[in-house]
C-alpha cells in the first residue's frame, strides 16, 4: 500500500488543524448567538406574558368594581322587571367588556337579561355559573361552563343583599369564549407571520383564549409550562408543544383567578436571521481560508522537497550512486541537514552490517521468536546505548512431564501455544526470545519493574485459565529483573530473572516473582 508522502502530510494537518479551528470559531460563535437570541427571546416572551397577566388582572378587578357598583343598586329596584333591564343594558353597552349580564333570584329564576334576543328573562338556570354564585355568594370569577345561552363561557358575579342582609340573588356578567370578547380586545391577535402567539388557560389547563377559536376549551396535558404557570410559577422555557413544535415560551399567572398567559415563540423562525448571518460570515471567511490553504501548500513543498529527495535516494541504498544521490540534496534547514548528514555515514557503514541479523539466523523455527543469537545482538545494542528495560524469565511447569506423558509433538503444541499467548500480551517494541527449550524470556525497554510485573502477571493468568490446542493444562513461572539496576551488568540482569524465576518455582510454580523481593526466610534453598 502506498503510503502518503511529507508534502501531502503537511497539507493534510495544516488544513485539519486550519478547518478545525475555523470550524471550532464558527461553531462557537454561532452557539454564543444562539444561546443569546434565545434567552433574549424567552425573557422577552416572559415578560411580555407578565405584562398581560397583570393587564388581565387588573380587567378582573375592574369588572368586579363594576359589578360591585351595579349591584349595589339593584336592591331599590328589585321587583321592577323594567328597571332591572335597563341597568344589565347599562352595564353590558357602557364599557362592552361583557357579551351578556344577567340578573338571577336566589331560586335561580333569571329576571333581566342583555342583550334580549337571548330570550333569556324568566327562564330558570342550573348552570355551573349559578351553582357557584349562590353557593359562594360572594364576588365570584367561574370556571368556564356551558351557559343557558348554549354558550362556552365565564362569569363574574356579584352577590345581591337586602337591607337586612337576605340573600336576594346576584348579578352575572358572561364573557363568551367562543366568540369575540373582552379577552382578544386585552391580548389581541398575537400572532404574527414569524409564529408568535398568546394563550390563556384555566386553573385547569382548559384553554380559554386562543389564536384557533377551535381550540378554546380544550383540556392540554402534559405541557410544562401550563403546568409551572397552573402551579402559580412565573418563568420561561423551551419546550415542544402539543403539536410537536420547538418553541420558546415565557409564563406568568393572573393572580386574582389563578388563570396562566403563555407567550411563546418557534425556536427555528428565532434562529433563522441567525443562520442567514452565519451563511454570510462563511461566505467572507471561505476565500481567506483557500488563500490561507495555497500558501500552506507552497511552503510544504519547500519544506518536504529536501526530505523528499533524501528518502527517494534510498531506493537505491545498495548501489554506488546512493551516495551521490544524497550529496546533490539541498539540505536548507537543520533536520534535513542533520538527516542528510547521518545517511551520508550510514552509507559508509551498511554494507559492513548487512547479513549481522539474517532472519533466519536470528529467529527459533518451531515458535518464531527470537533465538538466543538474535537476543545477544539485541542485548550488545541495548547495552551499547544505554537503553533501560526490563526483563521477564520464564518457563513452563512440569514441562517434561508432558513430554513423557504426551509425546513431543504435544509439548510443541504447547511451546507454540505459550509463545503465541506471550505476543499476544505484549507490544510491538517487546523484544520476544526462546532461550531453549520450555525457557522463554521477554525483553521490554523503557518499562519500569513494576509495569513489566504487572505483564508478567496477565500473562500468568492467561496460560493458566485458557485451554491449550491439546488440551493439557499448562501453567508457567515467571521471574522479573530490570536493568540497569544497582550497578548491575547485563548479564548479571540476566541471572537475576533466572534466580527470581526459581524462587517462583520453589514457591509452588505457577507464580510470578520480582528480583527486588525478598525470600521468606524459611523458603528452601534453590
Excluded at 503537511?10 to 434567552?39: D, E, K, P, W
Excluded at 534510498?314 to 539540505?331: F, I, M, P
Aim: proline fraction near 5%; charged fraction near 15%.
Amino acid at each position: 500500500m502506498p503510503r502518503i508522502d511529507l508534502r501531502r502530510l503537511i497539507l493534510l494537518l495544516s488544513l485539519s488543524v486550519v478547518t478545525l479551528t475555523a470550524g471550532n470559531l464558527f461553531f462557537a460563535s454561532y452557539q454564543t448567538q444562539r444561546n443569546f437570541l434565545m434567552g433574549q427571546t424567552l425573557e422577552a416572551n416572559r415578560i411580555y406574558a407578565l405584562k398581560l397577566a397583570n393587564t388581565t388582572d387588573n380587567f378582573l378587578k375592574s369588572a368586579q368594581q363594576q359589578l360591585a357598583f351595579s349591584a349595589a343598586l339593584l336592591p331599590a329596584i328589585w321587583d321592577q322587571p323594567q328597571q332591572l333591564w335597563q341597568e344589565a343594558h347599562r352595564l353590558r353597552r357602557e364599557t362592552n367588556s361583557f357579551n351578556s349580564v344577567t340578573v338571577i333570584r336566589a331560586d335561580g329564576q333569571i329576571i333581566a337579561a342583555s342583550p334580549s334576543y337571548l330570550n333569556l328573562t324568566g327562564t330558570f338556570s342550573n348552570s355551573e355559573g349559578f351553582h357557584q354564585a349562590t353557593s359562594r355568594r360572594q364576588p365570584n370569577i367561574s370556571q368556564p361552563y356551558m351557559g343557558s345561552s348554549k354558550h362556552l363561557m365565564i362569569q363574574i358575579s356579584h352577590p345581591v343583599f337586602d337591607a337586612e342582609g337576605n340573600y336576594l340573588g346576584y348579578l352575572g356578567a358572561g364573557i363568551y369564549l367562543n366568540e369575540p370578547n373582552i379577552l382578544h380586545s386585552l391580548l389581541g391577535e398575537q400572532y404574527y407571520r414569524d409564529g408568535t402567539y398568546l394563550y390563556v388557560v384555566d386553573t385547569q389547563g382548559r384553554l380559554i383564549y386562543h389564536q384557533d377559536p377551535a381550540r378554546v376549551g380544550d383540556v392540554v396535558k402534559g405541557n410544562p409550562a401550563i403546568d409551572a404557570v397552573v402551579a402559580g410559577q412565573s418563568g420561561s422555557l423551551r419546550l415542544h408543544n402539543s403539536q410537536g413544535v420547538d418553541m420558546l415560551t415565557g409564563y406568568a399567572p393572573v393572580p386574582r383567578i389563578g388563570w396562566g398567559v403563555i407567550s411563546q415563540r418557534p425556536t427555528a423562525i428565532t434562529l433563522e436571521g441567525l443562520q442567514r448571518l452565519m451563511l454570510e460570515v462563511a461566505g467572507y471567511a471561505v476565500p481567506l481560508l483557500l488563500l490561507s490553504l495555497l500558501g500552506i501548500w507552497w511552503i510544504s513543498t519547500l519544506i518536504s522537497k529536501p526530505l523528499w529527495q533524501l528518502a527517494n535516494s534510498t531506493q537505491y541504498w545498495g548501489s554506488s550512486s546512493a551516495g551521490q544521490s544524497v550529496s546533490k540534496v539541498r539540505a536548507w534547514y537543520y533536520e534535513a541537514a542533520q538527516l542528510k548528514n547521518t545517511m551520508q555515514k550510514a552509507l559508509m557503514s551498511l554494507h559492513q552490517q548487512l547479513g549481522r541479523l539474517n532472519q533466519e539466523s536470528v529467529t527459533d523455527p518451531l515458535t518464531g521468536l527470537t533465538n538466543r543469537r538474535g537476543l545477544k545482538l539485541i542485548l550488545d545494542d541495548w547495552e551499547s546505548r544505554q537503553q533501560p528495560f526490563s526483563l521477564i524469565a520464564l518457563d513452563i511447569d512440569h514441562f517434561k512431564q508432558v513430554n513423557d506423558s504426551y509425546g513431543h509433538s504435544a509439548g510443541d503444541l504447547v511451546l507454540q501455544h505459550l509463545a503465541q499467548q506471550i505476543r499476544r500480551h505484549s507490544r510491538e517494541s517487546d523484544v520476544l526470545c526462546r532461550q531453549g527449550g520450555e525457557e522463554f524470556l521477554m525483553l521490554l525497554p523503557s518499562t519500569p519493574l513494576a509495569q513489566a510485573a504487572l505483564v508478567a502477571e496477565r500473562l500468568r493468568t492467561a496460560m493458566a485459565y485458557t485451554e491449550s490446542p491439546n488440551g493439557i493444562p499448562v501453567t508457567i513461572s515467571l521471574g522479573v529483573a530490570g536493568w540497569p539496576q544497582g550497578g548491575q551488568t547485563v548479564a548479571q540482569t540476566l541471572q537475576a530473572a533466572d534466580q527470581a524465576l526459581y524462587r517462583a518455582k520453589d514457591g509452588g510454580r505457577n507464580r510470578v516473582v520480582r528480583d527486588d523481593e525478598q525470600p521468606p526466610s524459611d523458603a528452601p534453598n534453590s
